[in-house]
């Protein structure tokens, strides 16, 4: 929170989900890699992770860093935006982020200048090559800063795209449920029949080519399965009724 905002800005709370969601992915590696030893060694193993290790690892760069003495996160000013014009955020007029990622400027400047319809830029000497972009580079912020305010997310996203300019708009998750990529690439999944109030849930992250996976379905209510995995170690339908009535176990209805 304290590095991913603008400088000097207020800080945005995190993600929901954002630590739980790698933490997962790191056990899965662990359990899988176990699994591996144990078919190989037919030794087994205690796997485990943590939150705090997956925060850890997620900012390893900034933190390695600081282990060096490069902590740079107190340092920020908003000058910083303007540092890199080429690659950093400019607002639209609908409110909108667009972030620029123009990391090879020499084969992407002319299209760029092209999708801003700035054609005199060509000859501008303040912009005329890398070098002279870099020393009269708030000067080029502030333009594009103005030049970026003056229309919409999606009139730019058009003419950027028509030079294939490398860049991307912030998404907002109307953005991201409607983006057919995800459904075509089963990113976004149906739902089997059930109880639940929606048609698609979000796919786990992995494919196995060949592999089906399964069709997902709304979580099981708190006691929904308990007679069934009780009946699995052996008890009699009259235990787990006294195991129920005592409290012992609960029971959806």
């Known amino acids: 929170m304290d590095h991913v905002r603008r400088p000097l800005g207020a800080h945005s709370i995190s993600a929901p989900g954002m630590g739980d969601h790698a933490t997962c992915m790191s056990l899965f590696g662990g359990i899988m890699a176990a699994l591996y030893r144990r078919e190989k060694t037919s030794e087994g193993a205690h796997v485990y992770t943590s939150l705090l290790a997956n925060g850890a690892w997620s900012h390893s760069m900034l933190i390695q860093g600081g282990l060096v003495g490069f902590d740079l996160s107190d340092q920020a000013t908003p000058d910083d935006l303007k540092a890199t014009p080429l690659a950093t955020m400019y607002e639209t007029s609908d409110d909108r982020t667009l972030l620029l990622c123009i990391l090879n400027p020499v084969k992407e400047w002319a299209g760029f200048i092209r999708a801003l319809g700035s054609?005199?830029?060509?000859?501008?000497?303040?912009?005329?090559?890398?070098e002279q972009r870099v020393a009269n580079a708030a000067d080029l912020h502030g333009l594009l800063a103005d030049l970026f305010r003056n229309d919409t997310a999606n009139h730019w996203r058009e003419r950027l795209d028509a030079q294939a300019i490398t860049y991307s708009i912030a998404s907002n998750i109307s953005d991201v449920i409607n983006d057919e990529q995800l459904y075509a690439n089963d990113i976004l999944t149906p739902m089997s029949e059930g109880p639940q109030l929606y048609a698609h849930t979000v796919n786990s992250p992995i494919w196995i080519k060949g592999v089906e996976k399964t069709?997902?379905?709304?979580?099981?209510?708190?006691?929904?399965?308990?007679?069934?995995v009780l009946s699995e170690l052996g008890l009699s339908g009259a235990e787990i009724d006294a195991l129920v009535r005592a409290g012992t176990v609960g029971r959806s209805a």
């Open 119 to 130: 054609p005199a830029w060509a000859s501008e000497p303040r912009f005329a090559d890398p």
């Open 215 to 228: 069709q997902p379905v709304a979580a099981p209510d708190v006691g929904q399965h308990t007679d069934a």
